[in-house]
């Protein structure tokens, strides 16, 4: 009996079936969004890859959250996960990875995130406790938390990332994101990080680079 994913989600084909296990990209959707949001983007994406879009698993508004946060006197700009909530939110899509990966029959060694804001942030945190589970990892408008800033990822090196943000982002802004990416080279990753003229959110030239990206590294 194929295992239950934790966190609701969407699961979408590649047009053309494949012998035996697939690649896959995992996609996290942003505070307030849902399983939906990104599946434009991740529709742009190589035909060949399984797309497992995950719903965070808290109710926020009309859509869902990934974690609570810590504003440090009610800045968002500088915001941070609260630890105990990211370690459930972490333990939740660590969780419905693996049981993707049974039950759509997806190669556990070709596997990718793809994460916005919140997703992202998650994103980065899955890719520095488990390195090698992670073929690349897309972070669009995402940082890395205080939580895993200060460890030697063992695995991480060489690792692509693909790192977005935007000059306009007041909700975590461009600053925020390079550090991550400066972090991500002192580690050894292959890292792309691009600014782009943008607020929250993905723009068309981000779009076109991060699919351009994605298709290199499948290539």
């Known amino acids: 009996m194929p295992a239950d994913l934790p966190l609701e989600h969407i ?16 996609v996290l959707h942003g505070r307030g969004a849902d399983e939906q949001d990104l599946l434009p983007v991740a529709k742009r994406l190589p035909d060949e ?5 995950l719903r965070a698993p808290d109710r926020l508004m009309q859509g869902y959250t990934w974690f609570e946060m810590e504003l440090p006197d009610g800045d968002i700009g500088r915001s941070q996960p609260e630890p105990e909530d990211f ?15 049974e039950r759509y029959d997806l ?6 995130l793809l994460g916005f804001s919140q997703g992202a942030i998650t994103s980065l945190s ?10 690349w990892v897309v972070c669009s408008h ?16 060489d690792t692509p990332v693909f790192v977005g943000s935007g000059t306009a982002d007041r909700m975590i802004p461009a600053e ?24 929250h959110g993905i723009g068309p030239d ?12 499948l290539a």
Do not use: Q
């Open 206 to 217: 981000e779009l076109a680079d991060l699919v351009a990206w994605v298709e290199d590294r």
């Open 126 to 135: 899955l890719l520095c406790e488990e390195p090698e589970r992670f073929a």
């Open 107 to 112: 190669d556990g060694d070709r596997i990718g």
């Open 11 to 26: 699961h979408v084909e590649p047009d053309s079936p494949t012998d035996g296990p697939a690649p896959a990209v995992f």
């Open 49 to 53: 890859l399984h797309v497992v879009s």
């Open 142 to 157: 995402g940082y890395l938390a205080a939580t895993h800033t200060d460890g030697e990822p063992v695995g991480i090196a």
């Open 176 to 199: 925020r994101a390079e550090r991550a990416a400066d972090r991500l080279r002192e580690w050894g990753c292959d890292v792309e990080f691009n600014r782009y003229e943008s607020a």
């Open 87 to 101: 370690d459930r939110c972490l333990d939740l899509v660590d969780e419905s990875i693996a049981a993707a990966i």
